[in-house]
Structure formats: C-alpha cells, structure tokens
C-alpha cells in the first residue's frame, strides 16, 4: 500500500438532482497546483474561503466558471490523508461540468466508487472495518441504523475485534515461550494460564457470533411476510400497513398472484413487507405460481404474519408467526374463536391496528436489538471471526506445542483480515466497490 504520491482524483460529494450546493472533492499529489491554478491562491488550510473559479487555457482568455466556497485540507490532516479540497458549488449542471472539465485539464481525474474511502484506508486513517461503517452511515435509513453504523465508523467494534487480537498476541507469544523453551523451568501455570485465555477468547467469540444475526438483520432491514388462504384481507392488511394502495383488492379470491414487495419502517427498523397470494389448491397454473412464490417467501421471512378470517390457519406455520384474525366487524366472523395468541382486528374498520402495529414494531425490535457490546453487523465479520473461533478451538483440543502454535497464527490472521492489517489486497475491490463515488 503506497502512502504517497497519489494521482488527483475528483467527485461530486452531494448527490444528483437539483439543489442550491454541490460539494466537489479533490483529492491526491498536486492537489495544491490545481487549486492555485483554479482559484489563483491557496485558501487558510481548513478554513472556507469565497474565490472565483477560473479557466485558464493557453492563448485564451481566462473564464470564470463559479463564484465558490472553497476549503483546502494539507495532508495529513484530511479524510483521505492526502492533500484534499473542496469546491463548494452552485449547484448547477453546467457550473458542475464546467469545473470537472478544468480539473481535468489540469490532470485530475473521476475517482472511482469508494476511491476516497479506499485512500483513507490506505494512510491508515481507518480501519476495514470503520471504512464499512461509513459505508453503512450513508445507507442508514433509521435512528437505529444509525447509531449503530456510528458505533462501526469511530472504531467501538474495531476496539472490539483488536482487543481479541492483542490478547491473541499475547497467547501465542506464550505458546512460543513454551515451543522455545522445553527444557527450563517454566512453573506450569504458564500453560494452564494460556489454556485458560484462550477458552476464554473462543467463548467470546462464540457468544458474539450466537447474536441471531442481529446486527447483520439491523443492517439489511428485515422481511415480514403476509399469508393465509385467500380473501382473508392479506393486501387490506399490506395496504394499510403502507397507507397506500399498494396492492390490488377484491373480493374475489385469487386476487394477488404476484408478490407485492413495500418498504415500512416498523420499530425504528427497515422492514420489507410482502403480500403474497393465498394458499389453496388450484388448477389455475398462474395461480399456482402465486402460491409456490408464497412459501418461497414464508422461507425467507424473519416473520411470517399469518392471516386468517376465523377460518383455520395455515397449517405448518413457522414457528414465531404473529397470528392475525381479520374482518372481526362481521358478525359471521366475530363469532369465530381467535386461535391462541391471535391478534383480533378489522383491517376496514381500524379496529385493533393500532395493536397489530405495536406488536410488528416489537417484533422487529426484538429481532435486531443488540445485546451486549457492538453487534456483528457483516457476513464478511461473521465468516473471519468463525474461522479464527475454530482455530481457536483445534488449538485447545492440540497436546504439541508446535502445532497449537501453528493453530494460533491462522487464528490471528483470520482476525487480523477483520481490520485489514493483514493479507486483505484481494479484499479491497469487495469492500470499496460497495461505496457510493465521492466517498
Ligand atoms: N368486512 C371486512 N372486509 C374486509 C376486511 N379486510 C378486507 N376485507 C375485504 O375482503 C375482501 C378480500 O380482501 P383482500 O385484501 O383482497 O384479501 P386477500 O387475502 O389479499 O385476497 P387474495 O389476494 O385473493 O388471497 C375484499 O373485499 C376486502 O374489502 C375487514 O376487516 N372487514
Ligand atoms: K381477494
Ligand atoms: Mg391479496
């Protein structure tokens, strides 16, 4: 990883479509030429200085592109660890080609999605870790999301995961101790010591991956799925959810076929709903299509809400389904008993929605709040920290020193992946690829 000496890249740091500012990014070696070249002389480093934006081409008359905030940030001190600007921008098209065109005349050029990201990974300004969380910062969605990418980004779960590692450390120069010096007195508790650490650190790890995935479920947003036999009120029920007409209503049974996916926020928690078509038999083909794409997504839900009229359920219901009985303002249906623990509403009259919204807002908290400590929040965390887990534990079932010494540096390197200290190359394009251009 080269530290310096970095081509100038650029970026719109504001998104598209139309607004008063847009924020401009520049970043690398010779970003304080181009600047002096653009702008005449270089602002206050970190403060906001107003300049007029010229371009300057070889026996032409200077044009001025922008009147423009502009911030100038010397390395080190900056996002990405390079010399850095920004160009405060009147927002508009023309302004914003205007000033891209000069910037690469004067040699920069577009950075690539997550470039920046990827810089300030590179100088050791963040972590792999703290890098996703900024990546997930800028998709959260709710407070919760929130709160918990922040936790990512300023480092509390990289504390976490370099913890382990320095204990990690700590063990195997212990164990080398032991490799090194067979025949000396070493008092025996070294070894019990040493065995001792690092059943504790398997069991940290263990209990930080047994979390049901709710970090990982906070991150992505959950998925509900509606069922139950047709005409029960199933896309009523998705369409007041979403205070629209999401989907088609009728009263003949057999309506929904496709699945009808909308996004809602329950319990401070993304949630993707789906309304699916009810579950019978059928000769209709369409319709039985409906129907298999149903289970596919009672398969995938992290809740099934099942849907009936007072009529029975459907029959093996996942267990932890949230049972909804509707249409209790008919007297046919009122006098139906509720199956146990069912939710009793009119979807038409608003009766009991209220409740039923409380107890999806429950359930998508339940689901997702994290327990003690910063939450495992990525497949690519879950993968490395299971692996360094069972190093760890073919360590402890090893009786040569030599071998568990050996068991003990694969452990390490799976950890070490986690922030990135090691043997990540292969990894870079994965992580950073995932960021929007200009971060
Ligand atoms: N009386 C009454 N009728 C309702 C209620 N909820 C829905 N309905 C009616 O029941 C009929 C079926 O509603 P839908 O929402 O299409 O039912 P569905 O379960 O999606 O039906 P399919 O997609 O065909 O499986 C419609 O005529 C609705 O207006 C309710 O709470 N009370
Ligand atoms: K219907
Ligand atoms: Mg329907």
């Given amino acids: 990883m080269t530290q310096t000496g970095q081509a100038p890249i650029f970026a719109l740091a504001t998104g598209a479509g139309r607004a008063a500012i847009a924020v401009l990014r520049l970043s690398g070696t010779g970003t304080g030429p181009i600047l002096r070249a653009l702008c005449g002389t270089l602002p ?7 300049r007029g934006l010229w371009r300057r081409a070889a026996g032409a008359e200077p044009v001025l592109l922008d009147r423009a905030l502009v911030l100038w940030f010397p390395a080190p001190r900056s996002y990405t660890g390079e010399d850095s600007a920004e160009l405060h921008l009147h927002a508009g098209p023309a302004v914003i080609a205007g000033v891209a065109d000069a910037l690469v005349a004067l040699g920069a050029r577009p950075a690539e999605p997550g470039e920046f ?30 709160r918990q990418a922040l936790g990512q980004a300023d480092g509390t779960l990289s504390r976490l995961y ?9 063990a195997l120069a212990h164990q080398e101790a032991l490799i090194d010096f067979p025949d000396e007195d070493l008092p025996p508790e070294v070894e ?3 065995l001792a650490e690092l059943a504790a650190l398997r069991d940290a790890m263990r209990a930080h991956l047994d979390d049901a995935g709710r970090g990982e479920k906070l991150r992505r947003g959950l998925v509900f799925t509606i069922v139950g036999p047709p005409n029960v009120g199933k896309s009523s029920l998705l369409n007041a959810l979403a205070e629209r007409d999401a989907a088609i209503v009728s009263s003949i049974a057999g309506t929904t ?33 409906g129907v298999r794409r149903a289970l596919f997504h009672v398969k995938q839900a992290d809740c099934v809400i099942a849907v009936t009229d007072g009529t029975a359920p459907p029959s093996d219901l996942p267990p932890g389904a949230l049972l909804v009985r509707n249409k209790i303002d008919l007297a046919e249906h009122a006098r139906h008993q509720s199956p146990e623990g069912a939710l009793a509403v009119s979807v038409r009259q608003g009766t009991g929605m209220d409740a039923l919204r409380a107890a999806l807002a429950d359930r998508a908290r339940a689901l997702t709040a994290s327990r003690a400590g910063p939450p495992l929040t990525r497949a690519r965390h879950r993968a490395a920290i299971e692996e360094s887990a069972g190093h760890l534990a073919h360590a402890l079932d090893m009786d040569w020193p030599e071998m568990r010494g050996e068991e003990l540096r694969l452990a390490m390197r799976a950890l070490g992946r986690l922030t990135g200290r ?3 190359e292969d990894l870079l394009d994965t992580v950073f690829g995932q960021f929007c251009i200009g971060k």
């Fill in 44 to 50: 206050e480093p970190r403060q906001a200085s107003l």
């Fill in 422 to 424: 090691v043997d990540v």
């Fill in 162 to 170: 370099e913890g382990w590692a320095d204990r990690l450390r700590t």
């Fill in 192 to 194: 019990s010591a040493l």
């Fill in 117 to 146: 990201t990827r810089r300030a990974f590179a100088n050791g300004r963040l972590d792999l870790i703290e890098a996703e969380g900024i990546a997930d910062l800028i998709d959260a969605e709710t407070e919760a999301q929130r």
């Fill in 257 to 289: 076929r496709d699945a009808i996916e909308i996004r809602v926020v329950l319990g401070d928690v993304p949630v993707t709903l789906i309304d699916t078509a009810g579950l019978r038999e059928t000769e209709d083909e369409i319709e039985a299509e």
